[in-house]
T-cell receptor, first 117, second 108 residues
């Protein structure tokens, strides 16, 4: 499977500031996604990062709050803007790998643990 | 009703025990199903896909019942290293829906 790295691995930020999270994949992938996992909860899809066009956001998430870039097939960024303590969460990048012999599968990066004070 | 529902546990079992997790999903059009494992403070990792015919990978057996919209995971001969949260995941054609996870704790 693809090797996915994220930077930073964790950060503590002041409310009102913004943080940009980077996701790097060691191979070209078509589909990249950004998820959020709030404390004690499961994963929620924020958006699909589309290469060369605007990201596709899920209900409850907007571009102004979570701008996403996808300049090529191996890299994406997610910015958490104007942060509040409610944004404290783990943010995960994932990629989908297609296989002829089995189901398309998603693999996750190690996550970025964000704490907003 | 949640799209994917799991018993949150925790399931506390001794080493060597057999334990089963259940999951139900609401969208009958769902196409693909997975079990992911998530260790504390780590990212989810794919444990196995779930096929209609059922599938086995070593000590792990996954079953799918489309008529009842029900998925299960059976772990035989539990090891201490099996302690983790197990996430039931359903692919609704365009995105993955995650259950809240079932926590397993295996004790010596």
């Amino acid at each position: 499977s693809a090797v996915i790295s994220q930077k930073p691995s964790r950060d503590i930020c002041q409310r009102g500031t913004s943080l940009t999270i980077q996701c790097q994949v060691d191979s070209q992938v078509t589909m990249m996604f950004w998820y959020r996992q709030q404390p004690g909860q499961s994963l929620t899809l924020i958006a699909t990062a589309n290469q060369g066009s605007e990201a596709t956001y899920e209900s409850g998430f907007v571009i102004d709050k979570f701008p996403i870039s996808r300049p090529n097939l191996t890299f994406s960024t997610l910015t958490v803007s104007n942060m509040s303590p409610e944004d404290s969460s783990i943010y995960l990048c994932s990629v989908e790998e297609w296989s002829e012999s089995s189901t398309d599968t998603q693999y996750f990066g190690p996550g970025t643990r964000l704490t907003v004070l | 009703r949640k799209e994917v529902e799991q018993d949150p546990g925790p399931f506390n079992v001794p080493e060597g025990a057999t334990v089963a997790f259940n999951c139900t999903y609401s969208n009958s059009a769902s196409q693909s199903f997975f079990w992911y494992r998530q260790d504390c403070r780590k990212e989810p990792k794919l444990l196995m896909s779930v096929y209609s015919s059922g599938n086995e990978d070593g000590r792990f057996t996954a079953q799918l019942n489309r008529a009842s919209q029900y998925i299960s995971l059976l772990i035989r001969d539990s090891k201490l290293s099996d302690s983790a949260t197990y996430l039931c995941v359903v692919d609704n054609t365009d995105k993955l829906i995650f259950g809240t996870g079932t926590r397993l704790q295996v004790f010596p």
